[in-house]
């Protein structure tokens, strides 16, 4: 399945958003003692990825840390802000505003100078998020680029920043025919996340609802971001869809939500399909599932997904296996 490619995709496209993060916790005390051993191995490879040769990991690492709340990596993030990658540099300066590192600042505030739209997008946004209210100008001015990625990036950020005054701005880009598909899809999840119901009907459903498997997948994360009632149902819906991989997404989505319903979908994947030394979509989807939903039947296979031969594999595995010590 193809995804909408925006710089920063590769980290909240797997990784999710901050806005609604939720740690299912197993009930069994011999359980929990069993995930909180898991913690040192856990560290050790965000700690590692943090620092790996590759940016694909480097990026989602980041991410990881905001997901988790390792507030003690944050010197790690400041040395990535001057990563020679963009998407890296991109995912650590948003990451200073997610954590609120006040100590950042002075390191955020240089790249509001980059020669990289997208990296002065991301030092706008910590700077807003920060405390300096006039940053949130330039997100809305990246609304207007001639680059689509920089738009998208502009759409991502405000929808973050949490700012309902910037709703019908976001609306704009959908009517806007200059806007490619990743621009409108952008609004459109950003849009959820600012908590605007018009979005169940007008855009989220159709999305829900449509032949393309990539679609389907953007619908549910929009409606995870929305979180109403109705979304959860809708999502919940998409637990009989005929490509195992939407079933998984649907379950992982409804896991953020405290929501633990996809539990068997995830469980029978783990148990049957997942290849666990390949970061494929299916297998990465199922391994996030685990922080999210916690079952003791899930977390049991949390110690093979962190000995994966796959990198990737192995720092979803340290995502889920955070997120339940926490």
Not at 262 to 268: I, L, Q, R, Y
Request: a neutral charge; charged letters at 25%; aromatic letters at 4%.
């Amino acid at each position: 399945m193809k995804m909408y490619a925006v710089v920063i995709v590769v980290v909240l496209g797997l990784f999710g958003c901050d806005s609604q993060q939720v740690s299912a916790r197993s009930s069994s005390g011999s359980a929990s003692a069993a995930i909180q051993s898991l913690r040192p191995r856990a560290m050790e490879i965000l700690r590692n990825s943090l620092k790996d040769e590759n940016a694909y990991l480097r990026a989602p690492a980041v991410e990881v840390v905001v997901q988790t709340g390792q507030k003690e990596l944050m010197p790690e993030i400041m040395r990535l802000m001057d990563d020679p990658t963009v998407a890296v540099r991109f995912a650590a300066i948003v990451a200073a505003g997610d954590m609120q590192c006040f100590g950042c600042e002075q390191a955020v505030r240089k790249h509001l100078n980059s020669e990289d739209d997208n990296v002065r997008l991301a030092a706008a946004y910590s700077m807003l998020r920060l405390g300096n209210v006039d940053s949130g100008d330039v997100l809305r001015q990246g609304l207007k680029h001639a680059d689509s990625t920089v738009r998208a990036n502009a759409a991502l950020l405000l929808g973050k920043a949490g700012r309902k005054e910037d709703i019908p701005l976001l609306y704009g880009l959908l009517k806007d025919p200059t806007a490619d598909d990743k621009v409108r899809i952008q609004a459109v999840e950003s849009i959820a996340r600012l908590k605007d119901v018009r979005i169940y009907r007008g855009k989220l459903w159709a999305l829900m609802i449509s032949e393309y498997a990539d679609d389907r997948v953007m619908g549910i994360r929009g409606m995870a971001e929305l979180g109403t009632m109705d979304a959860k149902n809708a999502i919940a819906t998409m637990l009989t869809d005929d490509v195992p991989e939407i079933r998984l997404f649907a379950a992982e989505q409804l896991g953020r939500l405290g929501d633990k319903s996809g539990k068997d979908e995830v469980a029978g994947y783990l148990s049957k399909l997942a290849t666990f030394n390949q970061a494929d979509f299916g297998t990465i989807t199922a391994v996030m599932a685990i922080g999210r939903i916690g079952t003791p039947e899930l977390t049991a296979y949390l110690p093979k997904a962190l000995n994966s031969d796959s990198a990737m594999v192995r720092l979803t595995a340290a995502q889920s296996a955070l997120l339940l010590t926490q």
